[in-house]
């Protein structure tokens, strides 16, 4: 009994995170409006969720300390957080913010592809499935409509977010020292390590932007509530509930929600093409959620193939 109330724990708080970290375009292209560059936008984020989690963990009377063999994979987590957030951010100066939310999407088929060849995870055909119809979803985001061209280097920021997002989910899954960090604990101290890299990114040149109306400093606090520790909470309970594949698939509500947001609030207009580019890759990583089903079906056609060919074969005989 309980065990199935942490799968259904698990699945509810993953579609959560999904849904939160959708909304980062909504509540940080108006700050790039304001005047504010991505690495300031992220350096308030990360610094303003900080207390926010301090207080949680002190009312549960939590220690902050953290043992030598957890301090590097914590670091670790927290400079592949900063860069896939960055990257991300740094993309909606070049790309339509939905589209680039829905590219991300890509990072469940890197986390399941990362665990069945460095973790030996079950290979099912499902995801070579899914792999396909990703492709042909990706082909039409990147395709240029008309006379207009999509951005080649803000794609790659969208390709190298995901990447590291998904190294950063599949390393909380895998990595013992971290799954022995509670959840609250871990995302302090990957915001914390997270923020020191762009305060390095500042020392080392990058401008430090504030935003020029009293209303951004409430888009700030909103991201440093809900796609930072609403969403990274949810996602790190969810993979010790339930792994890091599942819990990358149902990220299919994070370019929902990143979509809807782009049109709702930032009026941004998007094509058929880039609808039925959005609903493949949405399509393909469902696949994986249906993976037993259709595995079996497979499975079951492969059996039937054999026996139709040597019947084939006999007739000729």
Known sequence: MNYAFDKVKGYALAALAAAAYGTNPAFAVPLYGQGMNPVS???????????????????????????????????????????SSLTLFESYNYMNSGVASTLLFVYPVMVAVMMIMFFHERFRISTVICLVVMAAGLMLLMKPQGSGKVSAFGCLLVMLSALTYAIYIVMVNVSKSVRGI???????????????????????????????????????????????????????????LIGST????????????????????????????????????????????????????????????PKGKRAGENRQK
């Open 246 to 305: 599942p819990t990358a698939i149902l990220g299919a509500l994070e370019p929902v929600s990143a979509v809807v947001l782009s049109v709702v609030v930032l009026n941004q207009v998007l094509s058929t093409q880039d609808i039925i580019g959005g609903l493949l890759i949405v399509a393909a990583t469902t696949v994986v959620i249906c993976a037993g089903p259709v595995d079996k079906a497979i499975l079951r056609m492969r059996k039937m193939f």
């Open 182 to 240: 509670p959840t609250t604990k871990l995302l302090f101290y990957v915001l914390g390590w997270g923020s020191l890299v762009y305060i390095a990114m500042i020392c080392c040149g990058s401008r430090l932007t504030l935003p020029s109306e009293d209303w951004g400093w409430l888009n700030l606090l909103a991201l440093a509530i809900i796609p930072t520790a609403i969403s990274l909470a949810c996602t790190t309970r969810a993979i010790q």
């Open 41 to 83: 936008v992220l350096l308030f984020r990360y610094l303003m969720g900080l207390p926010l989690l301090a207080v949680i963990m002190l009312l549960r009377r939590r220690s902050l300390s953290l043992r030598k063999e957890e301090i590097m994979p914590t670091i670790v987590l927290g400079v592949l957080m900063a860069v």
